[in-house]
């Protein structure tokens, strides 16, 4: 099955710094790569996604990476806000198991 | 607007006590899940279902069982609660053929004295 590996697993920046945060994939067939933020106490919720025939994807101040050959993906938030404090899942898309395989998980925390 | 409703959001048992964790969406989605999120570990997926009354283990079943009688609804049960499934219970939908958001409930966090 597909595996996902997430890093760094806590995070820490000042105010208007940027954060990347960094995931691989083992599966080669996995072709659709989500990310998902969740706040404390709340449910996670979809921020960013990629599918594999993109190698860039930008929202405002969020942008995701995708590097087919290399098998990771990278999430990067550019001029940070407290609010943007959460944990961030990234996960993979396996197609033959039909399921979304989670990463670990980052905790970023933006000091104003 | 998009809703996964879970039937409690905090509940303590005791071990070896039979545990129903219920999950309701209103989507008309054919797939849900069941996650176990856990510090460090992130979301791990216990169960998931297609259809009604069709049911697939995740990478980490044991303990656990499911039903789905109905399309709507995904129960999680765990037939003999035990201490190391204290945790917190993540129910999740979404539409079928892969690449598509999941919605999540709220979760439920489960204490197991």
């Known amino acids: 099955g597909e595996n996902v590996e997430q890093h760094p697993s806590t995070l820490s920046v000042q105010e208007g710094d940027s954060a990347v945060i960094k995931c691989t994939y083992s599966?080669?067939?996995?072709?659709?790569f989500p990310w998902y933020k969740q706040e404390l106490g709340k449910r996670p919720q979809l921020i960013i996604d990629?599918?594999?025939?993109?190698g860039e994807k930008k929202d405002q101040r969020i942008a995701v990476t995708l590097n087919k050959t290399a098998k990771h993906f990278s999430l990067h938030i550019t001029e940070t806000q407290p609010e943007d404090s959460a944990v961030y899942f990234c996960?993979?898309?396996?197609?033959?198991?039909?399921?979304?395989?989670f990463g670990g998980g980052t905790r970023l925390m933006v000091k104003p | 607007d998009v809703k996964v409703t879970q039937s409690s959001r905090y509940l303590v048992k005791r071990t070896g006590e039979k545990v129903f964790l219920e999950c309701v969406q209103d989507?008309?989605?054919?797939?849900m899940f069941w996650y176990r999120q856990d510090p460090g570990l992130g979301l791990r997926l216990i169960y998931f279902?297609?259809?009604?009354?069709?049911?697939e283990k995740g990478d980490i079943p044991e303990g656990y069982s499911v039903s789905r009688e109905k399309k709507e609804r995904f129960s999680l049960i765990l037939e003999s609660a035990s201490t190391n499934q204290t945790s917190m219970y993540l129910c999740?939908?979404?539409?079928?053929?892969?690449?598509?958001?999941?919605?999540f409930g709220p979760g439920t966090r489960l204490l197991v004295l």
């Open positions: 990629i599918r594999s025939n993109v």
């Open positions: 996960a993979a898309y396996y197609n033959a198991g039909n399921m979304l395989t």
């Open positions: 989507m008309d989605h054919e797939n």
């Open positions: 279902s297609y259809d009604v009354k069709m049911k």
């Open positions: 999740a939908s979404d539409s079928p053929g892969g690449g598509e958001t999941q919605y």
């Open positions: 599966d080669s067939a996995s072709n659709y």
